[in-house]
């Protein structure tokens, strides 16, 4: 129930979408109050408080309380490292800490394998959007200027990031092997099992609450090659127009999942499930059809949208969006409505 709501916490950075949001939901004359916490303001719906903050870390934790979270298309925001095995000739292996050879006793007569990173560097001389693989669409812009390309050596990131799961290691026996890798998604998404099961630096008596996560990304593969620009609906290089283009990639869920389960003994995830299939288990069809009812002048325009979410044709966004749930650990006893759940189970 509403009044059961203490506050609804904004995680935003940018300082334009904060007054936007604050417009929105509370009014352009409201004030908004700064605190050490964020920015405050008043729903104009319901008077509850609202506070934005530029990081999930300002949001108050406590053991007593319990959070409700909601993170739609935030993952893909949040930057990504992009890794591809390599094999290196004996000639380029490195020598030993000291900086002497090798001995004689160890194989340098066969490559070995190891992750280099891809890394931003100025485009050359007389590169064409052909070169870029640019999409057709955005030919008419100007060729970046910068463009992915391997690191020659391995990088800091390129030394523990693909070492980090069981998931990455396995690809490191197949030279050209590429993935992507978000730390900061780990970051987060650990927070959230935090706030949700407790973990050892934030104990929880009981777990309570629960996290949705929706955003696009493969179901159980790493994503590769995904980072995009977007601008004015169109498929840009994201290395265009910078400061104007919005970035994003594909989420890697089952890493997510991975990070949460690790991050705290006291929850379990459920998905992800396709976001056709999410909200056709919510009840979109029959919320849409009394919308309708109620507004039979957009009856169309309501049509045409719920089913644009539901779509799993290329350009809807059914199949490639999914929903992934967090929710404190219950052994499986219970699955949640919308991921295999029943409303009377």
């Not at 955003?215 to 977007?230: E, F, H, K, M």
Request: glycine share 6%; net charge neutral.
């Amino acid at each position: 129930m509403a009044s059961s709501i203490d506050a609804v916490y904004m995680v935003e950075a940018s300082n334009e979408l904060r007054v936007a949001q604050k417009n929105l939901l509370c009014g352009k004359d409201a004030a908004m109050r700064e605190s050490k916490e964020g920015w405050h303001s008043t729903c104009k719906y319901s008077d509850i408080p609202i506070v934005w903050s530029d990081s999930i870390k300002a949001v108050p934790q406590s053991p007593s309380k319990t959070p409700f979270i909601v993170a739609h298309e935030f993952f893909d925001a949040l930057p990504i490292h992009a890794f591809e095995v390599v094999e290196v000739p004996p000639t380029q292996q490195p020598t030993t800490p000291g900086g002497s050879p090798r001995s004689p006793s160890s194989n340098t007569t066969s490559p070995t394998r190891e992750w280099r990173e891809m890394v931003v560097s100025p485009t050359p001389e007389g590169t064409t959007h052909a070169d870029l693989g640019t999409p057709k669409s955005a030919q008419h812009e100007p060729v970046p200027e910068f463009q992915l390309t391997l690191s020659p050596s391995p990088t800091r990131h390129a030394m523990y990031l693909p070492e980090s799961s069981a998931r990455y290691r396995v690809l490191k026996s197949t030279p050209g092997s590429l993935i992507e890798v978000c730390s900061d998604a780990s970051l987060y998404v650990s927070d959230f099992a935090s706030r949700i099961g407790g973990s050892q630096a934030n104990p929880k008596p009981r777990p309570s609450g629960a996290a949705l996560i929706l955003d696009y990304g493969p179901s159980d593969t790493i994503p590769v090659n995904s980072l995009r620009g977007i601008r004015h609906h169109q498929r840009v290089s994201p290395f265009s127009a910078p400061g104007l283009v919005d970035l994003s990639a594909d989420v890697d869920f089952m890493a997510l999942v991975e990070a949460t389960t690790r991050a705290s003994e006291g929850v379990e995830c459920h998905g992800p499930v396709d976001q056709a299939h999410f909200l056709e288990s919510m009840g979109i069809t029959q919320r849409a059809k009394m919308l309708a009812d109620k507004v039979p002048a957009k009856k169309d325009e309501i049509e045409k949208a719920w089913k644009r979410l539901v779509a799993r044709s290329p350009n809807g966004m059914g199949k490639v969006y999914k929903a992934l749930a967090i929710l404190p650990e219950n052994d499986g006893k219970r699955r949640p409505v919308g991921f295999g759940g029943d409303v009377n189970a």
